[in-house]
T-cell receptor
């Protein structure tokens, strides 16, 4: 059973640019969540999608957005990149049965903004 | 919203000793409490979880306890080994809120 796949693994972008990250969940998982991990702030919740609908959103500016497709794959977009957006972006998927099911994380996309 | 506090931030133990990491949560509606282990350069991996209808759960050398009244839960690792060295994160989620709120992490170092 394939795990959660995130692409690309590494990205280097310039301030002001935009970036799109992709996440393919475990087959059959309909819930996808995104987290930002930085040394200083730990794991911060960005947003959660379930069946193409955003269910929850964390406390991030509107430059951060996402979407989920009918095949449950998800993308997140960050516009007008800032140096502080440099982080590891992790995607996690969970099964459809009940709330609070254990999330399985992908390997992440490490974004560096220069 | 939910707030999860985790202590200590770093923990160093001798191989074979036990390690305990503690977390407190603020939202009494939280009902699911997983623990994740993240080795350097790798993804967080679920190692054990507990739901609010259970007070304790064990899996070999790892155990988690939950005190709903006090709103805290703990991870216990017995007979620690060097490969237990990693950063451990606790998390909480609850009714209507599938997203996990994470603690700040504990860096565990097991000295051989």
């Amino acid at each position: 059973k394939a795990g959660v796949t995130q692409t690309p693994r590494y990205l280097i972008k310039t301030r002001g640019q935009q970036v799109t990250l992709s996440c393919s969940p475990i087959s059959g998982h309909r819930s996808v969540s995104w987290y930002q991990q930085t040394p200083g702030q730990g794991l911060q919740f960005l947003f959660e999608y379930f069946s193409e609908t955003q269910r929850n959103k964390g406390n991030f500016p509107g430059r951060f957005s996402g979407r989920q497709f009918s095949n449950s794959r998800s993308e997140m977009n960050v516009s007008t990149l800032e140096l502080g957006d440099s982080a590891l972006y992790l995607c996690a998927s969970s099964g459809t049965t009940g709330q609070g099911s254990g999330y399985t994380f992908g390997s992440g996309t490490r974004l560096t903004v220069v | 919203g939910e707030n999860v506090e985790q202590h200590p931030s770093t923990l160093s133990v001798q191989e074979g000793d036990s390690a305990v990491i503690k977390c407190t949560y603020s939202d009494s509606a939280s009902n699911y409490f997983p623990w994740y282990k993240q080795e350097l350069g790798k993804r967080p991996q679920l190692i054990i979880d507990i739901r609010s209808n259970v007070g304790e759960k064990k899996d070999q050398r790892i155990a988690v306890t939950l005190n709903k009244t006090a709103k805290h839960f703990s991870l216990h690792i017995t007979e620690t080994q060097p490969e237990d060295s990693a950063v451990y994160f606790c998390a909480a989620s609850g009714a209507g809120r599938r997203a996990l709120t994470f603690g700040s992490g504990t860096r565990l170092q097991v000295q051989p």
